[in-house]
C-alpha cells in the first residue's frame, strides 16, 4: 500500500481532502498494531483526472 492521500490519488484516483484521510491516517500511525488484520478505511473526497489536478496545483498561488 503507498502512504498516506498521496498514495490513494495513485492507486484510485481519488484525492482526500484533510479531514476525509484521517481514518487512512490513523491506520498508518497503528500499521504494526494492525498488520495481518483484516480492515475498512473509508477515505473521502474527490475523483480527478491527473492532469487536471496538477494543472490547478501549477495555478495556485505560494503563500
Known sequence: MNEGPAGGRSDT???AEGA???ALAALL???RIMR???VAV???GGN???DLYLEMMAR???R
Do not use: F, T
Open 13 to 15: 484516483h481519488n484525492l
Open 20 to 22: 476525509g484521510a484521517a
Open 29 to 31: 500511525k497503528e500499521r
Open 36 to 38: 495481518g488484520k483484516e
Open 42 to 44: 473509508i477515505l473521502s
Open 48 to 50: 480527478i483526472d491527473r
Open 60 to 62: 495556485q498561488p505560494v
